[in-house]
């Protein structure tokens, strides 16, 4: 029977739960995939031919959508911004995030415990809640409209995250190996940089992964600080594409797919990193 053992080959017992495992993962990555797929395909049609047929495939198939939003000046201004603040953000939550987490696994100091929780407690800490005075305070300064106004904020808020998945690495390097590094003359900055960095590797290419795809992703945070399509990153210039292009379906969408495109790509060769990553956070 299909549910027998085979020793032979030493495979195991047919399970019948495994199907609807796969169904279910079948159907997750169909609801998951097939909007993007939409969106992405039908930018290579006229917008006559969406009216028409919405559902219909690219008959002929039309590049001038495409062509025409990389031949916009505004796109690539929008691009640059994206790329300047998910890089900008990417190195602070890295660089601040390594160091804070440092601190709190490797010093024993009164309220260690008190501080890591209330880095815990920030992911329970909604951007909504606090746009009001964020904005507020930022106008006051003077950098509305500055790349920086989304900058600084999303290091922050992506703080709590980054400080849980790396203590629990730099917590996991026994301390007989700092113990040695300082025999042999290591200093606490130089254990730091040259051997628990290097052992933090997955744990930094993690949070620095989900740093760049949330930071590029963004959308309330450059709507509300930046205020024009000159500063605006892509999301938000997709919305202000439809609206002067509010007719033009088709170019629409293939803007909106070329404002995909980075963050999949570098979420897409970066993902087993992420697993490794997260898995060495659960296991420290």
Do not use: C, H
């Not at 027998?4 to 609801?31: E, I, M, N």
């Not at 300082?182 to 130089?190: C, K, N, P, T, V």
Request: hydrophobic share 55%; net charge positive.
């Amino acid at each position: 029977m299909a549910s027998a053992t085979v020793p032979a080959t030493g495979k195991t017992r047919f399970d019948w739960a495994q199907p609807f495992v796969y169904l279910v993962a079948l159907v997750v990555v169909a609801v998951t995939v097939a909007p993007v797929v939409y969106v992405v395909l039908n930018g290579f049609r006229s917008t006559a031919q969406i009216n028409r047929d919405p559902s219909g495939w690219p008959t002929p198939w039309v590049w001038d959508n495409y062509a025409g939003v990389l031949g916009n000046e505004m796109f690539w201004t929008q691009f640059l911004n994206s790329t300047i603040v998910a890089v900008a953000t990417t190195a602070g939550v890295v660089v601040l995030g390594v160091m804070a987490a440092f601190v709190i696994a490797r010093y024993d100091f009164r309220g260690r415990s008190a501080l890591f929780t209330l880095f815990t407690a920030g992911l329970m800490f909604p951007l909504t809640v606090a746009v009001l005075p964020l904005f507020t305070m930022l106008r006051t300064l003077g950098l509305l409209g500055n790349l920086l106004a989304v900058i600084v904020p999303q290091v922050a808020f992506q703080m709590s995250m980054t400080i849980i998945i790396l203590v629990p690495f730099l917590r996991s390097v026994p301390a007989e190996l700092e113990d040695a590094a300082s025999i042999d003359g290591a200093s606490r900055f130089g254990f730091f940089r040259r051997i628990l960095l290097p052992l933090s590797g997955p744990g930094l290419v993690t949070v620095g992964v989900i740093a760049f795809v949330t930071s590029w992703n963004a959308y309330l945070l450059p709507l509300l600080m930046l205020g024009n399509p000159a500063t605006a990153t892509l999301p938000v210039g997709v919305q202000y594409f439809s609206t002067a292009y509010s007719q033009d379906t088709a170019g629409v969408l293939a803007f909106t797919s070329l404002a995909m495109v980075p963050a999949l790509l570098f979420f897409t060769f970066a993902q087993r990193r992420i697993v490794g990553g997260l898995t060495g956070a659960v296991k420290g």
